[in-house]
């Protein structure tokens, strides 16, 4: 066996300011950013060192907290915070040691697997401390994978099978059977930091929530209204300054609520303070994105009357020319009829027509077709994200009578009820109805993304005012 010393790469050590070039010009704008608090720069991006100190590696701890001071986050969101990559909340930064790993395991593999006969069988170790191993990490990944192969394909959340697609680890070879590895590697992080995560009461409240992701990109932390992304990552971990949370912290004696004597969490704050529901506050915030969703239905129902269904017609392809293929046509509730009214509960009340169904029941919003006797009926929650499930199955049962009863009248009636969480983030069923009704593609995008900011811009309104009197017209602001 022969020795050989390896001395330890210094990519990772980053010490004092790092340059960080505009993702899309290359001589653009430039941003100053602690270097501390950078892990991973912006996909694209050029990171520069201008001063390279030489000094040893920053304790992660240590670089989480400056990177928390950076973004202007209080001490308490967890690291799993920052750096979780199957978080409900997804930011762009990567955890200093997960980097530190995954470079030492991807040194480890060429070392291991180097074309020259005289490096891998040189039996190289890779020296990273007393408390992590980089070899036995190699070993574990191949494990890993390995057992991942035994076990075959398996459903990724609500996908089905086979919707994503896997790489074997029998089939791939060399620097891709390396990124196989240093994935898994990340993947085992990732699950050390969401099994730590669940333990956690109020950080680790997000882990049950059956809404859709939201990831934060690096435009929006360096763009002006950088306060939205602050709020929303403190809504989301409930750190912020809430009466419940000052009293925690010491700050006060009380953890009484600013408008009536509940307990002031961040919950009651923001979803079920009684005072504020009488206020008309959580109303406003109803309102504000029933708005978009109309919005969004409206233009959905504007398009699909230019929309011509596919005339079954055989193609012929002559010999030696490959098959075009063909756009891709959506069809959904919206394309059966050409004579959609849309109906909505904003600013004066919403009756339901007589001549269907006599109730006095109000649902957000209702889509007629005469001519075809189609009927959508959609009910809008604005709701606390945990409570999004219970919302759904009691609105479904309040409406079942009204939906059976315009059945029985002839109507082809749809009923879905859509759930936003009051942080910003939509439930599933928004996604389903979307699908159902044939707004698909960048078009599903724009509406889910429409009231999820509305619903997160009205929440932070809302906790901005969380103390002042409300006096609140229609869907007007209040103030
Ligand atoms: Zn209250």
């Not at 004092?16 to 608090?37: C, D, K, M, N, Y």
């Not at 969490?265 to 008309?280: I, R």
Request: hydrophobic share 35%.
């Amino acid at each position: 066996m022969v020795e050989v010393s390896i001395h330890p790469p210094t990519e990772w050590q980053l010490e004092g300011e790092l340059r960080i070039r505009g993702t899309q010009v290359s001589e653009g704008p430039q941003t100053w950013v602690p270097g501390h608090a950078l892990h991973c720069s912006p996909p694209g991006t050029q990171v520069r060192r201008s001063a390279d100190t030489g000094a040893g590696p920053r304790s992660p701890s240590l670089s989480s907290v400056s990177l928390r001071k950076w973004l202007g986050l209080p001490r308490s969101p967890t690291s799993a915070a920052l750096y979780g990559t199957s978080n409900t909340l997804q930011l762009p930064f990567s955890g200093l040691t997960e980097e530190f790993m995954v470079l030492r395991t991807r040194e480890a593999l060429q070392y291991r697997d180097s074309r020259d006969g005289k490096v891998s069988s040189a039996c190289i170790e890779v020296r990273t401390g007393r408390k992590w191993n980089a070899g036995k990490a190699v070993e574990v990944a191949e494990s890993r994978l390995q057992q991942k192969a035994l076990v075959g394909t398996v459903a990724t959340g609500r996908a089905g099978l086979g919707y994503f697609p896997k790489t074997l680890v029998s089939q791939v070879k060399g620097k891709e059977r390396h990124h196989l590895l240093q994935g898994e590697v990340r993947a085992s992080l990732e699950e050390e930091r969401v099994s730590r995560v669940v333990g956690l009461r109020q950080q680790g409240a997000w882990t049950m929530w059956n809404t859709l992701q939201r990831r934060i990109t690096w435009a929006n932390i360096l763009q002006a209204d950088f306060q939205r992304v602050r709020f929303l990552v403190q809504a989301v971990y409930d750190v912020l300054p809430s009466p419940s949370n000052l009293h925690v912290w010491g700050k006060i004696e009380t953890p009484s609520c600013l408008l009536c004597s509940g307990r002031g969490s961040l919950e009651h704050l923001l979803s079920s303070c009684p005072k504020a529901l009488a206020d008309g506050r959580y109303r406003w915030r109803h309102d504000q994105v029933l708005k978009a969703i109309a919005a969004s239905l409206a233009s959905a129902i504007n398009t699909s009357k230019n929309h011509r269904a596919p005339r079954k017609a055989v193609h012929f392809i002559k010999a030696g020319e490959k098959p075009r293929a063909l756009p891709q046509l959506t069809t959904g509730l919206l394309h059966k009829a050409s004579d959609w009214q849309l109906e909505v509960d904003l600013g004066k009340q919403l009756r339901f027509p007589h001549h269907i169904a006599a109730t006095r029941l109000r649902p957000d919003i209702i889509a007629i077709s005469e001519a075809s006797r189609q009927l959508i009926i959609l009910e809008l929650t604005v709701l606390w994200e945990e409570r999004i499930e219970e919302a759904n199955e009691r609105k479904r049962a309040k409406y079942q009578a009204l939906v059976e009863e315009c059945r029985e009248r002839g109507w082809r009636t749809y009923y879905e009820p859509i759930e936003i969480g009051c942080r910003g983030f939509a439930g599933c069923s928004l996604c389903k109805v979307l699908s159902r009704l044939g707004i698909t593609g960048v078009a599903k995008k724009r509406a889910i993304r429409s009231a999820s900011e509305a619903a997160e811009k009205a929440t932070r309104w809302l906790w901005i005012k969380r103390a002042d009197p409300w006096t609140a017209v229609g869907t007007q602001v209040g103030t």
